[in-house]
């Protein structure tokens, strides 16, 4: 498990009650700007998809990630193998709501 950040989280940035860590007020995570960062987009088309956050923010957590990126993607690496295993857990549980949430993807698609 990724232990604490060695180091102080900006102001930007906070870590809720789950260990993940959130954008100012909002309930938006770090996973979600970082994934679009790494999918190419600029802090001004970031800001255009997640309006509640200043750009300075957004800039502010970019700076953040680059300086301390090995902590950052140890971090993501962690939250996407939790994320799995969670998955992993319903698909034992409930498969119809696996099946559900598929269905509802493939709609989305098209």
Do not use: C
């Not at 860590?21 to 001004?44: F, W």
Request: glycine residues 2%; without cysteine.
């Amino acid at each position: 498990m990724v232990s604490s950040a060695p180091f102080e989280l900006p102001d930007s940035l906070w870590k809720d009650e789950h260990g993940a860590i959130q954008i100012a007020n909002t309930r938006i995570t770090l996973d979600v700007i970082i994934a679009a960062y790494q999918h190419g987009d600029t802090p001004k088309e970031i800001n255009r998809g997640y309006p509640t956050l200043t750009l300075a923010d957004i800039y502010a957590i970019l700076a953040y990630y680059l300086k301390h990126r090995e902590w950052v993607d140890a971090y993501l690496r962690e939250r996407d193998e939790q994320s799995e295993l969670i998955y992993r857990e319903l698909e034992v549980r409930s498969p119809e709501a696996v099946d559900l949430r598929a269905r509802l993807i493939k709609r989305m698609m098209h």
